[in-house]
């Protein structure tokens, strides 16, 4: 650490009365921005300078602001070894290798930092959770680069590394620092078209009239003004955040005064928890984009109709989609989203044979990974398991009662659609305000106390809802969705209902865990009958052996 740097951060958080090392992230996140302006000027034919650059001010944020010493060694482990095994290994089990060594390293300062038990403090884990996303990506984009490409899908095309970049190309790539410690995670083609500015190319077809402006000779446009709206919108979470922290935090749920105020208050403050702590991450989110899209790598592409530019490649969370959600899959695929994306084609789709559909394995796997990238408190366990069973709910809500507020013919929305939209979007809140609770509340006590003070409501709604879906009035809302729409048979997906389901894993929850248990029983099943099949073949085809007599 710089002599001296922390007496300033230790005066500011004495008057705010929070923690000197909260402060010194939030002045990193502002930081990145006149950094990422500065990043941007360097020459667009000097990709080293801009490498060092990036090293240089990553190694400060370390070393210099925040005495990382260790974290440093930490990250730079993962990383050489990350890279190592995609030099020297070769076949099919490298990413897989990789990817045990880089959730084995995480897992164990996971649980470093939950037995030091002090959230004051920042430590590495959370720029190594990052770091996780991008190094598990870099080894399958480099086993990708690998294979012939007649077995790659378009997104293994579009991602494939056919040469190991240089290590100051790879070091650049670790330690970006407008989102080094919070991310957004991003694969190493983005990083590569970005520092070769190939990324803001027009198209092919695109009237060059449509380029979006630059200043100068340099190749990425410009890029204040969005910056600027994430930056004011980051600091509006941020300051809104250490507004309502006050009045709700965990141990107001866990303490006697809670018990004083009525079931619907105590539901209200639930719910108010949990959107607090969201704010946090929408402020260190939005900072870390903004920073992003200044120094030029969250660009999109532009509009070849209109010239307008995107700015969201990066977009880690959307605000509004998750408070105004009125289902489980717009609640949870509006949240943490690069997160989603790295799940989905990292885990779910590579677990998956290939040309065979996604199933219990590919889910399982999926979830475990999520769970255990996050940590080990028992509450996030907790969360990850009842969310999938409110998805479930979800989606047989969605898929048998919906179609009754639709018009059978055009599928528009009936007068009274209004009113499933009220009430889907109040329970799909409420659901998840107590689903997430143990994720604050991180142990087993807290977490069962505070379900038990506003009676397990989510718990027996998502209950008694499987029961009525595994019940016969199923079948019957089935029949009469047939007869309001003149049909026969199985119902026929609505084209959301579609899109829903192309979309899955969201964060490693299994889509529908009955049906994933109900392919694992079967599957075993047929093992055993498989096994019993050969067991009796074998007895009936050996060889009886001659009487000797005696």
Known sequence: MLPYINLPFQYVASLLGASSDELKLITSFLLSYPLAGLLKRVPDEKPAWKNLFIIVVSSFYLVGLFDLWIGARTLALSSVGAYCIAQYIQGPFMPWIGFVFLMGHLSINQLARQFRNDPAIVDITGAQMVLVMKLTAFCWNVADGRLPEKNLSDF??????????????????????????????????????????????????????????????????????????KAAAGMFWILLFLKLSGLYYPDLLTGDKYMSYGFHHRVWILHMLGFTTRLKYYGVWSLTEGAC???????????????????????????????SAQNTRAYLGNWNINTNTWLRNYIYLRVTPRGKKPGFR????TFVTSAFWHGFYPGYYLTFVLASFVQTVA???????????????????????????????????????????????LTLPASFLVWARVYFYAVIGTALSTAFFASPAKAFLIKKLNERAGTSGPLKRTISQESLASKEPVLGLPAEPQKDLEEIVSEVRAEMEARQRKGITRTETAPIPANKGI
């Open 395 to 441: 989606k047989n809500f969605r898929r048998y009662f919906r179609p009754f507020f639709l018009d059978p013919k055009t599928s528009q929305p009936t007068s009274t659609k209004i009113y499933y939209d009220i009430f889907s979007y109040l329970v799909t809140q409420l659901a998840f305000s107590f689903t997430t609770a143990p994720f604050v509340l």
């Open 293 to 323: 899209i200044l120094s030029g790598l969250g660009y999109k592409g532009v509009d070849p109709v209109t010239g307008k530019v995107s700015w969201d490649r990066l977009r880690n969370v959307s605000p509004w989609g998750v408070e």
């Open 156 to 229: 293994q095309k579009e991602r494939a590394i056919k040469q190991l970049p240089g290590p100051l190309d790879f070091a650049g790539y670790v330690m970006f620092f407008p989102s080094f410690f919070a991310g957004p995670a991003f694969d190493y083609v983005d990083y590569r078209r970005w520092i070769e500015t190939t990324m803001f190319e027009v198209p092919a077809g695109v009237d060059p009239s449509k380029k979006p402006p630059t200043r100068k000779k340099r190749k990425i446009p410009r890029s204040g003004n969005p910056a600027a709206w």
């Open 362 to 365: 590919a889910s399982m796997a």
